[in-house]
């Protein structure tokens, strides 16, 4: 056993505050929290909880380009080695995974969002996920200009290709989410020859301070099949469940409409929150899989 350092007791003092109100009790707790960080040093006492999509089969396949680098991470069945479907997922702000191996294992950023987090909730015997960082280049900052140009559609060409040479797929879908749709979008129109299909949750459509949404999108340029998904009480207001029903009249595809879920936490466009498909995402995930793997449009997704 190791002593904590001053930092970490302070730490579990500022933890124990918050958390409970300040009376007899709460300082009992506070006590108990700076004796666990004294003996053990505070991490078993806030660790958090394992990733249950670390359980399966897993790895990061990476493509290099020209001075930098782009990754994904890989995830599929036990014993699985064909896959019918393959499907890249594209996270929400700010799409930077920072995606690296460290001491045999996976480490990465954004593990709390929507696509992140569920991703084992597509798997079965023919479908592999493939979460997909921004290229290494693009750390610093991943425009929404920038998922726009034909370099980025050739960086996710190049990964995907080098995904292919690692494993037997045999069509692909790309899924966005929040932010990420707008990636999703143009990956897939500059990549007609490779996504099959496009999934577009709880997309941003109007202009922000991140550049221009889905707004300029050029829908006739997108050669794949398009389904929305979205929260009816979605509360971002760059992600409005009004916007996916005009975006989904306007292209003429179908809308899948998520309800109910919870508790939500966090701010409005976070992803603990109906915007992320808090508490509902097995049955967001399920709606869509059954969409790609037989075409027929879901009803109505609750928990």
Not at 200 to 219: D, E, H, I, Q
Not at 223 to 252: I, K, N
């Amino acid at each position: 056993m190791h002593a904590a350092t001053p930092g970490v007791r302070r730490k579990a003092v500022d933890f124990a505050r918050r958390r409970f109100p300040w009376n007899h009790r709460a300082s009992v707790a506070v006590r108990l929290l700076i004796a666990c960080a004294t003996l053990i040093g505070a991490l078993p006492c806030f660790a958090q909880p394992a990733d249950p999509n670390l359980a399966h089969p897993h790895a990061v396949i990476t493509a290099a380009r020209e001075g930098y680098t782009i990754s994904a991470l890989v995830t599929h069945e036990q014993n699985a080695t064909r896959f019918k479907h393959g499907i890249a997922l594209f996270p929400g702000y700010p799409g930077i995974m920072k995606l690296r191996v460290e001491n045999g294992e996976p480490r990465f950023e954004m593990a709390g969002n929507f696509l992140v987090r569920s991703r084992r909730q597509w798997l079965d015997a023919d479908t592999l996920v493939a979460v997909v960082d921004a290229p290494s280049d693009q750390w610093a900052a991943f425009s929404q200009q920038f998922r726009e140009s034909p370099r980025y559609g050739a960086d996710v060409a190049a990964l995907i290709s080098e995904i292919a040479r690692r494993y037997a797929v045999e069509s692909w879908t790309f899924v966005g989410t929040s932010e990420g749709s707008i990636t999703a979008f143009h990956a897939a129109r500059m990549n007609p020859q490779l996504a099959r299909r496009t999934i577009l949750t709880a997309s941003v459509f109007p202009p922000n301070r991140n550049g221009p949404g889905l707004s300029n999108a050029n829908w006739a340029a997108l050669a794949s099949e398009l389904l929305w998904v979205h929260h009816a009480d979605d509360p971002c207001p760059f992600t409005s469940y009004r916007d996916a029903q005009a975006h989904a009249a306007m292209t003429g595809k179908p809308l899948v409409t998520v309800r109910g879920g919870g508790p939500g936490r966090g701010p409005a466009c976070e992803a603990r929150t109906a915007h992320g498909f808090a508490g509902v995402e097995r049955e967001t995930v399920q709606a869509m899989r059954s969409w790609v793997q037989t075409g027929v449009v879901p009803g109505d997704v609750r928990p």
